[in-house]
């Protein structure tokens, strides 16, 4: 079973400050991990991927991600906050020795950028 | 390149009546997972759908059925409808079934009064 852990249910950062949105996994295999951003009635919106390769993954609108394979985490970061990074934040897992392409979200992080 | 379509954008039902609900997929991609979300918590997946056929089933009751057509649009159906089944339901596509390029579409609300 894969299962994914987003320990905090919001984070509160100044604009212009580092924010870090925290996410850890368990999975039977090697993960594939995803960040994906939902601003209000909207679906989700993918901001970047960790497949193989290089830990620190960079992707849409200067989030960046690093996964740690010994602790299981895939925290999602970025350096300067924006008003308009606001917004839900989930991490998900796929399982890649699993057959098929099911997701398994956490339960989401809400981000308040504060001007 | 059209993304991926959800209809309708929002939907009002009573409780046992059923309700279906559309997607079609990007363009170039073939398969299509559904997705629930509740208010306040994560998306949970409900089933996958690949070469018109049912691949993969999460933790739903069978009132949650689906279809995949020919040109790999699909359908949710939803029967005797409970308060509970009130959500987003989102459709995710992708480019065969194993593959990890997700596109997700806006999603249906639906209501259950």
């Known amino acids: 079973a894969q299962s994914v852990a987003q320990p905090e249910d919001q984070v509160n950062v100044a604009e212009g400050n580092p924010l870090t949105v925290k996410c850890t996994y368990s999975?039977?295999?090697?993960?594939?991990l995803f960040w994906y951003v939902q601003y209000p009635n909207r679906g989700l919106q993918f901001l970047l991927k960790?497949?193989?390769?290089?830990?620190l993954v960079k992707g849409s609108y200067g989030f960046e991600a690093e996964f740690n394979k010994s602790q299981t985490s895939f925290h999602l970061k970025k350096p300067s906050a924006l008003v308009s990074d606001s917004a839900l934040y989930f991490c998900?897992?796929?399982?890649?020795?699993?057959?098929?392409?099911?997701?398994?979200f956490g339960g989401g992080t809400r981000v308040l950028v504060k001007p | 390149d059209a993304g991926v379509t959800q209809s309708p954008t929002h939907l009002i039902k009573t409780r046992g009546q059923q309700v279906t609900l559309r997607c079609s997929p990007k363009?170039?991609?073939?398969?299509v997972s559904w997705y629930q979300q509740a208010l306040g918590q994560g998306p949970q997946f409900i089933f996958q759908?690949?070469?018109?056929?049912?691949?993969q089933r999460g933790n739903f009751p069978d009132r949650f059925s689906g279809h995949q057509f020919p040109n790999y649009s699909s359908e949710l159906n939803v029967n005797a409808l409970l308060l509970g089944d009130s959500a987003l339901y989102l459709c995710?596509?992708?480019?065969?079934?194993?593959?990890?390029?997700?596109?997700f579409g806006s999603g249906t609300r639906l209501t259950v009064v």
């Open positions: 960790y497949i193989t390769g290089d830990n």
């Open positions: 363009s170039g991609h073939d398969t």
């Open positions: 999975v039977s295999g090697n993960p594939y």
């Open positions: 759908y690949y070469e018109e056929e049912e691949r």
């Open positions: 998900a897992v796929r399982d890649m020795g699993a057959a098929g392409n099911k997701l398994t």
């Open positions: 995710a596509s992708s480019p065969g079934d194993r593959n990890y390029g997700y596109t």
